[in-house]
């Protein structure tokens, strides 16, 4: 494979020619075109207001169940910490709070996710799909029943995806591109039930105390939140066997 890649090299600059960006890449579907005719104006303008460059732009998104909302927090790739850029409301998500641990459950997952691909032409119009199950679902969830395709996307329908309207996913799928073609390999998001206050945490660990489980996965996105809050820098977690994780 490196060898191909290198030979791949040497072959578009002995021809002159340049291989796409990520972003050109992109281009060639129609809804992406679309998407950049309505958004990129507001996108710039959004970016630069926050000392950002599209050149150097990295982004982390944070999903909070119980408000429907999805953070944007933004950076250059040379700064040391993010800020929070923009915030969609989610039209649409099914279930409750909680983990999805099973196919046809229709939970929106809870947990340390990032995004894996994007798709131009998804029937819910664009979509970002989420590496659900991860290693910690993999191992708490229903073995060879776990579900998966598990997006944020359009159309407003939700059966365990975070739906948006049309208009709000263009947007985020323009930064989305940007943040890919300005070299971020990987966007990480983070699932919440709720914004986890130390009020907010007390609350739903009482109220659902039987739920081992969740609440063993909240402790876990509980300390992630505050560190997030408290350096604006995404902590690193790391999962373990038995299916918790260590935030650092």
Known sequence: MRLFLLLLTIFFMCSGLTPDTYREKQMKYTRVREAYAAKEKIVTKT?????ISRDSLRIYLRAFKLEKTLELWAKNGCDSSYKLIKEFPICDLSGDVGAKRRVRDLQVPEGF?????????SKYYLSMKVNYPNASDSVRGVRGHLGNNI???GSCISSGCLAMTDDRIRELFVYCIEAYNAGQEEIGLTIFPSRLSDATYAKLVTRYSRYKDDV??????KKSYDLFNLTKVPPAVKFLLDGSHLVN
């Not at 970016?47 to 000392?51: E, K, M, P, R, S």
């Not at 063993?216 to 996105?221: A, E, S, T, V």
């Open 151 to 153: 997006f944020i996307h």
């Open 216 to 221: 063993k996965l909240w402790g876990d996105l």
């Open 113 to 121: 996710y990032h995004i894996a691909g994007l798709n131009p032409y």
């Open 47 to 51: 970016l630069a207001v926050n000392a």
